[in-house]
């Protein structure tokens, strides 16, 4: 059976009264999935943004193979052991300079907790109680309380908005006015918050908004000028997707914070790391047990996931992504062309290998349903598309070839006949 509909798994982002079945996926392979009977999808999605380079990239899945003969989870406080070493030492060498030390942890939402844990230490710990966290309007930083908190408030966090702190928000940089959001910043730094918390470049969950270089820029200029830490959030952006290997580096900004999660195994394993300048770990030194960073995981640093982790670079290291993501990246953009002028879409766009447009709705009583609409849509045609609402966004692994990607664009243009207005 392909298609499971009694089952005790409760899912996530799902609402099973009108969702009650999934869709049972056997094999993997490449950009696709394939389910028992043989019905195939291709990945258009990268299985909630995690994939890079493709399902069971050869020498990722060896390297978890060959650590097993070794390893499983071992105590991370006291010990350690050299997946973690090794890897921890390749991604200072690979990061942003000056980003020096790395906490290991196993999400992205984890380890954005775990880089406001360590904003909050390292002002604590210098006689200096900030505690305030600036926030850019429609970001999102994981489903925990914690990063909710700091994530844009919707109907996905009402119901717990009571337990939600404040924040300062700052408007999103709409292009033409961006000014107003550096304003605000600008405003928000001068009450002396503990840090700034962004994802670079491109807000994912909240939307596939993007915004420029030269903002991102400005924002850290501003962090820096107040000595507001400045916290990136490349959970999404990391690894290739936005056309190079971080966000941060188009707009050469070194975050005094960074956050790496999805595609640090190439999407095999779950592990996240977060990373920081030797200030906030030397805050934290101290005879005092209680200026320690009081934070773990249980599977801190799995020592899988790290082999996995460093066979990932390993792949980078090749110079074959980089070559496929440029090839993607235009690919992306020759594909994406052809509904630049469609009325039936609005702010068709695109960063690195991530393309978005907005479907304008033939009738306004769409919108309540459309993203499950056009989800059953794109799954009937072999396709794994998740609009969020009536943005539709592809973003695949590296290794999807242009005639596939023809099949997804193909879908969209259909889509688009079936529920969309000019
Ligand atoms: C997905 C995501 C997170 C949360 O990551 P999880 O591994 O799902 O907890 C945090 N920040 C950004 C920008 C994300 O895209």
Redesign the pocket.
Known sequence: MSFVTESPVWRPFTQHALQPGAFKIARAEGAWLESEDDRRFLDAISS???ITHGHRHPAIMRAIREETERLDQIIFAGFTHEPAEALARRLVALTPPGLDYVFYS???????EVAIKMALGFWRNRGDSRTRIVALEH??????IG?MSVGARSPFNAPYEPLLYAVSRIPFPTRGREQETLDALERACGERPAAFLV?PLI???GGMLVYGVDTLKEMRRICAHHNVLFIA?????GFGRTGTLFACQQADVIPDIA?Y??GLTGGAL?L?VTMCKREIFEAHLSPERARAFFHSSSYTANPIACAAGLANLDVWATGEPAARVAALCDMQAKRLARFADDSRFSNVRRLGTIAALDLNLAQAGYLATVALDLMRFFNERGLLLRPLGPTIYVLPPYCVEDAELGLVYEAIGEAADRFGGG
């Open positions: 909630w943004w995690v196993d999400s992205g939402s984890t380890c954005v970001g999102y930083h994981g489903d925990t990063t994802e807000l994912g969950a959030d490349e959970v999404m952006t956050c999660a999805k779950p996240a």
